[in-house]
């Protein structure tokens, strides 16, 4: 027996959530790219481009909520659209942080660009990596890979504890530079805010494909003794 | 995402009555063209009179009169031979009444009414409606044995293939599915959706969620103090069912109604 519509209009929201996905994969390389290159008209255009997510996500969002009203979605379906309405606003939030980046290179102005911005790049892309991933799980309802995507947040992590210690150690070597090494601090925040996201969108594929919903462990849990 | 469709069916301030009993009081509505327009409402709002509105077949009642007007790609409904209108405007019921006639004379009845004699044309005709109304396949190899012996679903099937023998333009539907098991509906359902591509559809159904399912419009009816009919809303069936204009709109889709 086929649901025709119901199961066109998922593919539909799915088909919406990829593009999504490649505009905050864009979004998030082309903002660190404009810091990197100190480009400050490539920033604001990146600053000013978060809106279309945003739309998008928007969009999405209802799209989503009339089929659920329309079409009276249940069990595997119903936890599909319920996680395609979470995964967007995951993707949506992704999307702050990569503005959040365009508006470091803006605070810097004319400041030199600290060193420690060298590991950036690789931090972005490792992200990046995993947010691909991420949905390509989501798209196969595939909860072996979602389950193991989230580990690679230990290299981001690792990236992020070294920007951290290069900045620190620049700061010290030359006061001067406290202030934008501070900014750069913001910017490999909002990557390391972004590979955390990344998990959230695989304990989604994980309800959607097995109606649990679990936590699944990020690396800085170092800190929570409860378990 | 939404569709814009020329309007096939024009209605303007029309007034039903049976008797003093006015049972719709002033209805606008212009139905999309190839496209499912659901009427949904309380029992007794004049869902049915007002389907049964459009192909005339109310006349058959005694003492009724009517107000106001209705069109069918600008010319007047009243103003139509109703034969003609009635070939151009099919109707499928609640419950499924083949002939007790063969599945293949069920569905020739209609062309040899007309006039078509042909054995070949025939053929070509009740084929094709057979599979349009995704009946063919089960039921080629018994074109002559009764269409009683169907199940209730295909027997629906076989009335919406008769209907469509006639090459209507409109199909109502009144409650097409209410008689019917919930895997002979969502067939039935997917069978309307199709048919719309080709077929302008009004569906009165008492089940919501069976309309925000199949239609592209919908139109709410209900009625006032004096049980006179009235339309509440009509607008596109994603919005009727996520962001109504009116209370009692959001009121009945619901479940809040009365």
Same mark, same amino acid.
């Given at each position: ?227 | ?17 049976? $008797?003093?009993?006015?049972? !719709? #009081?002033? /209805? %606008? ?11 949904? =409402?309380?029992?007794?709002? $004049?869902?049915?009179?007002? !389907? #049964?509105? /459009? %192909? ?11 107000? =106001? ?190």
């Amino acid at each position: 027996m086929k649901r025709t519509t119901l199961d066109r209009n998922i593919k539909t929201l799915l088909d919406e959530l990829l593009v999504l996905e490649s505009m905050v994969k864009e979004a998030t390389f082309k903002a660190v790219d404009a810091l990197i290159q100190r480009d400050m008209d490539a920033s604001r255009f990146m600053y000013i481009q978060d809106r279309q997510i945003n739309k998008r996500r928007f969009d999405l969002e209802l799209d989503c909520l009339i089929t659920i009203a329309t079409q009276q979605p249940i069990a595997g379906d119903l936890r599909m659209l319920a996680s395609i309405l979470e995964i967007a606003g995951e993707l949506e939030r992704m999307g702050d942080y990569a503005k959040g980046i365009a508006r470091v290179n803006m605070m810097l102005k004319e400041k030199p660009l600290p060193k420690a911005s060298k590991d950036l790049p690789q931090m972005a892309s490792v992200t990046i990596h995993m947010l691909e991933q991420s949905i390509q799980a989501f798209l196969n309802k595939d909860a072996v890979s979602a389950r193991e995507i989230p580990k690679q947040d230990d290299e981001v992590d690792r990236l992020f504890n070294q920007i951290y210690f290069n900045l620190v150690q620049e700061m010290i070597a030359e006061p001067g530079t406290i202030d934008a090494s501070n900014h750069l601090q913001w910017a490999a925040h909002n990557l390391e805010r972004m590979a955390d996201r990344v998990t959230n969108i695989c304990e989604r594929t994980i309800f959607a494909a097995e109606g649990k919903i679990i936590e699944l462990d990020s690396s800085d849990d170092q800190w929570d003794q409860s378990g | 995402m939404e569709p814009k469709n020329r309007s096939k069916i024009q209605i303007k301030k029309y007034s039903f009555y049976y $008797g003093d009993f006015e049972a !719709l #009081r002033n /209805i %606008n509505i212009d139905i999309p063209e190839n496209q499912v327009t659901a009427i949904i =409402g309380p029992s007794g709002c $004049g869902k049915s009179t007002f !389907l #049964r509105s /459009i %192909n005339r077949m109310n006349e058959l009642i005694p003492d009724v009169h009517t107000k =106001g007007e209705l069109f069918m790609e600008d010319m007047s409904l009243f103003d139509m031979d109703v034969v003609n209108l009635r070939k151009r405007v099919g109707m499928v019921f609640q419950r499924p009444n083949p002939f007790p006639k063969t599945i293949y004379d069920n569905v020739a009845y209609g062309p040899r009414a007309h006039g078509i004699r042909d054995r070949g044309i025939l053929d070509e005709i009740v084929e094709q409606s057979l599979r349009s109304a995704v009946l063919w396949n089960e039921v080629k190899d018994h074109l002559q044995k009764s269409g009683l012996a169907l199940s209730g679903g295909q027997q629906q099937r076989l009335c919406i293939a008769r209907a469509l023998a006639v090459e209507p333009e409109v199909i109502l539907m009144d409650e097409p599915a209410s008689a019917l098991d919930p895997i002979a509906t969502l067939r039935i359902e997917e069978l309307i959706r199709e048919l719309a591509v080709n077929y302008t559809i009004v569906i009165v159904t008492h089940n919501m969620h069976q309309a925000g399912r199949v239609s592209d419009h919908t139109a709410f009816f209900s009625m006032h103090k004096d049980r006179a009919g009235y339309l509440v809303e009509f607008g596109p069936t994603r919005q009727i069912f996520t962001r109504p204009e009116k209370q009692l709109t959001e009121d009945y889709v619901t479940g809040r109604f009365g």
